[in-house]
């Protein structure tokens, strides 16, 4: 496999962004050209970048095994929202980077072809993508996903509260938001056979494992097909690293 390191500069973020891809070699290729190839979007939590996955699990051996194109873009730590100052990270991963891949790489997947997977805050993004864009995914996975900010509300000291303020506006209207993810199952609970197939995971002894829970008996209710594990874990990347293999093997093979 081929890591390629880029670094642009989008219309809608105004900002350089690091994007990491990896590619097949051309002797992996058998005969399957590279615009023909399966693609996952694999997304990262709110204190790394588009470096994580390829640094702290084995995704390079495992994107080799499927003969995948792996796309891992930087967001910092904006929750994939298009921001009220002007940087547009979720209009940057539904717009602006499938083009970018097009024009560069001739990367055009059909739905059958893309994937998107995310951890923490990434898993957030994955799920807002699947749901919000379900006619562009066969598959989508949160791992540990931050998928409820109504925590929030019950820590009005921790020190990351005026930056969510800054992202998401007054918390208080969180609920029942756009950016809420209940409101996406809400939305698509009228048509769930729409949605991508859908994985969520969570360790039991993640600080986010009760949200999980919480996600997926609300999916259950609506009527949501989703495919769900939990073991004893962490919010950590030993974890992921086996979720992420979890994933690809459920729908790859």
């Not at 390191?5 to 105004?14: A, G, L, S, Y």
């Not at 799920?127 to 925590?151: D, I, V, Y």
Request: aromatic residues 12%; glycine residues 6%; charged residues 20%.
């Amino acid at each position: 496999m081929a890591l390629i390191r880029m670094d642009h500069v989008p219309k809608t973020t105004k900002v350089n962004m690091p994007l990491n891809i990896i590619l097949p070699e051309p002797g992996q290729m058998e005969g399957v050209p590279l615009r023909e190839r399966k693609v996952l979007y694999l997304l990262h939590g709110l204190s790394d970048d588009a470096s994580a996955w390829q640094r702290y699990t084995s995704i390079e051996i495992y994107a080799a095994r499927y003969g995948l194109v792996v796309v891992m873009p930087s967001v910092g730590r904006s929750f994939y929202l298009d921001q009220s100052n002007g940087q547009n990270y979720f209009s940057y991963l539904t717009d602006e980077l499938p083009q970018y891949l097009s024009d560069v790489f001739h990367l055009q997947p059909g739905r059958e072809d893309t994937l998107v997977a995310g951890l923490s805050m990434g898993g957030y993004g994955a799920f807002k993508l699947a749901f919000t864009h379900p006619e562009r995914f066969c598959a989508a996975a949160s791992f540990s996903g931050a998928l409820s900010q109504e925590f929030l509300l019950a820590f009005p000291d921790d020190p990351r509260i005026p930056e969510f303020i800054l992202l998401f506006g007054d918390l208080k209207k969180l609920p029942g938001s756009q950016h809420d993810p209940l409101t996406w199952f809400r939305n698509a609970a009228s048509d769930p056979s729409r949605l991508p197939r859908l994985f969520l995971s969570c360790g039991r002894q993640d600080d986010l494992y009760p949200i999980n829970r919480m996600v997926y008996r609300t999916m259950q209710k609506l009527g949501i097909p989703v495919e769900y594990h939990e073991e004893d874990a962490r919010h950590d990347w030993y974890f992921w690293d086996r979720e992420i293999q979890r994933f690809l093997a459920a729908v790859l093979e």
